[in-house]
């Protein structure tokens, strides 16, 4: 898994770098690079209450839109780690700034999407949204907290940010461009189910009750392969 997420990481950086190194020529920082991720959250934050206010219940186009400026956001946090490497400006305050305000802009996307999901009444969908949300913080806090104790725990488990922000992202895209396709009243439905098997929003609601399992699981993970480490050191 490890060596496909490197080639992976050397394919995007491939397209990413001359413009990493044109922020370098004009001053642009990595801290400016994560404010700027943050900013972008607050945006998919006000596309999703946009939507939970002058859309249907039906109409899921505007996810798609808040995806594409998720997944636009997902690009700066990629952009400001690799700005510090290769202008050395690298430090332990700006490694500190940038998990600080990656947990915001979690927190702020997954506050967008819970409220979309409560607004058009998917109450079973926000609350594996707020699972969803309650895995990622604790894959993030296990691995700073494993860490803190002198652990290396980068390559455990499998629902790391990156994967989750690329998993909301495409679903919610995804959603977004089905509803125009199969129109905003497409449903797949059994009798004996009180309600749809499958409608557009599953498009993105699949995926989120996939990333509150997933991520809840890899937290645990984490923990298992510390106290292992601990045991064994």
Not at 36 to 48: C, E, H, P, S
Not at 53 to 67: L, M, N, P, Y
Not at 123 to 142: P, Q
Request: hydrophobic share 50%; aromatic share 12%.
């Amino acid at each position: 898994m490890a060596d496909w997420k490197s080639v992976g990481q050397a394919y995007i950086y491939s397209w990413i770098d001359p413009v990493i190194r044109w922020f370098i020529r004009i001053g642009v920082t990595p801290n400016m690079i994560t404010l700027i991720g943050l900013i972008l959250n607050m945006v998919v934050t006000i596309v999703f209450v946009y939507g939970a206010e002058k859309t249907t219940r039906s109409d899921h186009r505007i996810v798609g839109v808040a995806g594409a400026v998720i997944l636009f956001a997902g690009l700066f946090d990629m952009i400001d780690g690799r700005l510090a490497r290769l202008s050395k400006t690298d430090s332990k305050f700006g490694a500190l700034f940038d998990s600080v305000l990656d947990r915001y802009s979690e927190m702020l996307m997954f506050m967008g999407i819970c409220y979309y999901l409560i607004s058009h009444h998917y109450f079973l969908s926000s609350l594996f949204a707020f699972i969803a949300m309650i895995g990622s913080v604790m894959v993030s806090y296990t691995r700073a907290r494993a860490e803190g104790l002198g652990l290396k725990m980068a390559d455990v488990g499998f629902m790391q940010r990156p994967e989750r922000i690329l998993l909301i992202g495409l679903s919610a895209l995804l959603c977004g461009l089905m509803t125009g396709i199969l129109g905003s009243d497409f449903k797949i439905s059994v009798d004996w189910l009180p309600f749809p098997l499958f409608e557009t929003i599953s498009f993105f609601t699949l995926p989120i009750f996939i990333l509150a399992i997933m991520s809840n699981i890899t937290a645990i993970m984490r923990m298992r392969h510390a106290e292992n480490m601990l045991k064994n050191s």
